[in-house]
T-cell receptor, first 113, second 110 residues
C-alpha cells in the first residue's frame, strides 16, 4: 500500500513565522504535490514537483515555496505566515504517468494566529 | 478558464441509489477521477474514466461523456459509511495536474 506521511496533523503558528510542512512517500513516485483545501473551494494546487530539485508553480503559489532534495520528500515552506494561510494542507504523490491516481496524506490542519 | 461543477450537498437513504453529477470545462482533458473523502481524512481514489461510457466497480460506477463535458458517480445499495465528500477531478495532461471540483458532501440517513 502506498503511504504518504505528513509530519503533523495539527499545527498552530504565529503571523510572520516561517513554517515548514514535511511530506514523505514510500512508493518511489516521481510526482509530488501540495494542495490546500478550504470549504467551498475544493483542493487548490500550490506547487508540484516531477523530479528531485524540480518544481512547478500551481494555481496559488504566492506566499509559498517548496523544496525537493530527495525523491521521497517534498517540503512546503510558508516564508512569512499570514492568517489567510490558515487551511488544511494536503500532500500527494503519483507515478510519472499522469493517468495514475494521486495518493494523499492525511493532511495538516494549520492555524495561523 | 477551468471550471468544474458539482452539487454542494446531497442526502439519501440507506439502501437507496444516488447519482452525483459533475460537469467540466477545462482547457485540456486526459481523464476524470473520482475520489472519496471522509471528514478529517485523506481523499482516496475511487475511479478513473478516460473513454466515454460506464466503468463499474462493485457498488460504485462512474460514467463519462467527453462531448458533453459530463460525468457522474453512481452509488448503489447505500451504506452509512458512504457518508463522505465526493471529489470530481479532471486531469490536464498538458500541465500534468489535476483540477478539482469543490466536492459534494453526501449524507446517508437510516
Amino acid at each position: 500500500d502506498v503511504k504518504v506521511t505528513q509530519s503533523s496533523r495539527y499545527l498552530v503558528k504565529r503571523t510572520g513565522e516561517k513554517v515548514f510542512l514535511e511530506c514523505v512517500q514510500d512508493m518511489d513516485h516521481e510526482n509530488m504535490f501540495w494542495y490546500r483545501q478550504d470549504p467551498g473551494l475544493g483542493l487548490r494546487l500550490i506547487y508540484f514537483s516531477y523530479d528531485v530539485k524540480m518544481k512547478e508553480k500551481g494555481d496559488i503559489p504566492e506566499g509559498y515555496s517548496v523544496s525537493r532534495e530527495k525523491k521521497e520528500r517534498f517540503s512546503l515552506i510558508l516564508e512569512s505566515a499570514s492568517t489567510n494561510q490558515t487551511s488544511m494542507y494536503l500532500c500527494a504523490s503519483s507515478p510519472r504517468t499522469g493517468s495514475q491516481p494521486q495518493h494523499f496524506g492525511d493532511g495538516t490542519r494549520l492555524s495561523i494566529l | 478558464g477551468q471550471n468544474i461543477d458539482q452539487p454542494t450537498e446531497m442526502t439519501a437513504t440507506e439502501g437507496a441509489i444516488v447519482q452525483i453529477n459533475c460537469t467540466y470545462q477545462t482547457s485540456g482533458f486526459n481523464g476524470l477521477f473520482w475520489y472519496q473523502q471522509h471528514a478529517g481524512e485523506a481523499p482516496t481514489f475511487l475511479s478513473y474514466n478516460v473513454l466515454d461510457g460506464l466503468e463499474e466497480k462493485g457498488r460504485f460506477s462512474s460514467f463519462l461523456s467527453r462531448s458533453k463535458g459530463y460525468s457522474y458517480l453512481l452509488l448503489k445499495e447505500l451504506q452509512m459509511k458512504d457518508s463522505a465528500s465526493y471529489l470530481c477531478a479532471v486531469f490536464d495532461g498538458g500541465y500534468n495536474k489535476l483540477i478539482f471540483g469543490a466536492g459534494t458532501r453526501l449524507a446517508v440517513h437510516p
